[in-house]
């Protein structure tokens, strides 16, 4: 069997600035994998700390973590002006891939932390989307990506081959649009921050993310809201506001169109993942 079909992606998630308590909580708890399950941290912003096993890191932008199995972990998030923002990837490697345990085993020896520079959000989101993908073949695609990183950082950095000109206008454009989840822009607005025509940029846009661009900022909402829905105790009416959704009703259409679930619905089926988290 091939070392790509031995590795899978288990869980990918983006988190858009930790800011209330419970929220804080929940991914800063102390907590641990399984005996094959590794997982990175990517940091793009915030003020913190993470402890990895015995030893505790200042969280700067940039900065990547390597957690190997059985070790515990935990986000240590400070009370600042600046919230945590990070990527965090999980994923297992089988007892019979022995080059990639070879590899990990080997840089985490050597170190688990690395950096690499905020300029990869387009890499792991791209990663992310493929990942969590129903169709095999792009999970498929996104283990094979993250394979090729892993081997690039063992060499001391990745590689430009991931900075592509498309991948520096994608990475440009999902960091505008991600510092904008709290306010409203418009697909005009992107493309003039990028310099391209809208036209072209919603071709690039879909040709490496599958979705259009508006799709995909609707979803970073929906997202945020989540977020709010499970950690906070706003209304669902404060809520749709504090996104800048037209009312309460088109907020509460577009979050069941995303998620299968009311917003009412989705608060009191989450709520206890506070108190008993099976995911990242």
């Known amino acids: 069997m091939h070392i790509i079909d031995l590795m899978k992606i288990r869980d990918a998630v983006f988190v858009y600035q930790m800011r209330n308590e419970d929220e804080i909580r929940w991914h800063g708890r102390h907590h641990q994998h399984t005996e094959t399950e590794y997982e990175l941290h990517y940091f793009l912003q915030g003020n913190g700390e993470f402890l990895n096993g015995p030893a505790l890191y200042t969280i700067n932008p940039g900065t990547l973590f390597l957690t190997s ?129 809208e036209s072209y940029f919603i071709r690039l846009f879909k040709r490496r993310m599958n979705t259009t661009p508006m799709k995909y900022y609707t979803r970073l909402k929906v997202e945020a809201a989540g977020a709010m829905l499970a950690c906070t105790n706003l209304s669902v009416k404060e809520i749709a506001a504090q996104l800048f959704f037209y009312s309460e009703f088109h907020f509460s259409r577009v979050f069941k169109q995303y998620t299968g679930f009311a917003p009412s619905f989705y608060r009191i089926q989450y709520l206890q993942t506070l108190e008993a988290p099976t995911k990242i």
Request: glycine residues 4%.
């Open 69 to 197: 199995p059985s070790v515990h972990h935990e986000i240590r998030a400070k009370k600042t002006n600046s919230p945590i923002t990070y990527y965090a990837v999980l994923f297992s490697v089988e007892p019979e891939e022995l080059e990639v345990l070879e590899l990990l085993q080997r840089d985490i020896r050597r170190a688990s932390r690395y950096t690499i520079g905020s300029n990869y959000r387009f890499f792991f989101e791209e990663m992310r989307e493929k990942g969590m993908s129903k169709n095999e073949n792009l999970r498929r695609s996104a283990a094979h990506q993250l394979i090729s990183f892993l081997y690039l950082l063992s060499e001391g950095a990745p590689s430009s081959s991931f900075r592509g000109e498309d991948s520096i206008h994608l990475e440009r454009a999902l960091r505008y649009m991600q510092n904008n989840v709290m306010s409203t822009i418009t697909l005009q607005d992107i493309a003039k921050y990028l310099n391209l025509t």
